[in-house]
């Protein structure tokens, strides 16, 4: 069964700062891997695809990587700004369902302070 | 606008009261599912559906039913909901079966009291 782990839970930052959010999972045979937005008492937005024969997505500041052998992608974030404050959430497309299986993690849950 | 849409986004109900949560997308997407979201538990799926008349068990679908009668729809009934049934559930829909963006609701807050 596919377990997908984001360390932090939770992570402060001043402005400006570079920043890495961690996403492990434990099956290595994936679909693909998207990172999520998830503002407070919103649904989520889609903010990165990566497909398991891809190694990283680049989308303005963000940049998503995918190390299938070890089981591990990272958003990193440039240059953060209040806007980013949010919970970042990594979710692994599986073979099951007919590769229809999205497996989330908890979450990392952001704050960039002015 | 590209839209997955849901109703009601808040609810409060009395134990074994049948409701109804709708959704529809309105971008002819194939696939749809509804996933619920605890704390600590994150979100997990109920059901699926990869098409008209096509649904499937996700991990969770024990309390709940769905139907796909049409593309742009995909319900979620609680015949008999129960307390342990209060939670945050999205609906999302994609184009395609796998590889593709996915797009959620903005959520619908369920209480069973």
């Known amino acids: 069964k596919q377990e997908v782990t984001q360390i932090p839970a939770a992570l402060s930052v001043p402005e400006g700062e570079n920043l890495v959010l961690n996403c492990s999972f434990t099956?290595?045979?994936?679909?693909?891997l998207q990172w999520f937005r998830q503002d407070p008492g919103k649904g989520l937005t889609s903010l990165l695809l990566?497909?398991?024969?891809?190694r990283e997505q680049t989308s303005g500041r963000l940049n998503a990587s995918l190390d299938k052998s070890s089981g591990r992608s990272t958003l990193y974030i440039a240059a953060s700004q209040p806007g980013d404050s949010a919970t970042y959430l990594c979710?692994?497309?599986?073979?099951?369902?007919?590769?229809?299986?999205?497996?989330f993690g908890t979450g990392t849950q952001l704050k960039v302070e002015l | 606008e590209a839209q997955v849409t849901q109703n009601p986004r808040y609810l409060i109900t009395v134990t074994g009261k049948k409701l109804t949560v709708t959704c529809s997308q309105n971008?002819?997407?194939?696939?749809m599912s509804w996933y619920r979201q605890d704390p600590g538990l994150g979100l997990r799926q109920i059901y699926y559906?990869?098409?008209?008349?096509?649904?499937d068990k996700g991990d969770v679908p024990e309390g709940y039913k769905v139907s796909r009668k049409e593309k742009r729809n995909f319900p979620l009934i609680l015949e008999s909901p129960s307390p342990n049934q209060t939670s945050l559930y999205f609906c999302a829909s994609r184009k395609g079966l796998t590889g593709n963006t996915i797009y959620f609701g903005e959520g619908s807050w369920l209480t069973v009291v």
């Open positions: 990566i497909q398991s024969s891809q």
């Open positions: 979710a692994v497309g599986g073979f099951t369902g007919g590769g229809n299986k999205l497996t």
């Open positions: 559906s990869m098409n008209v008349e096509v649904t």
């Open positions: 099956d290595s045979a994936i679909y693909n």
């Open positions: 971008m002819n997407h194939e696939y």
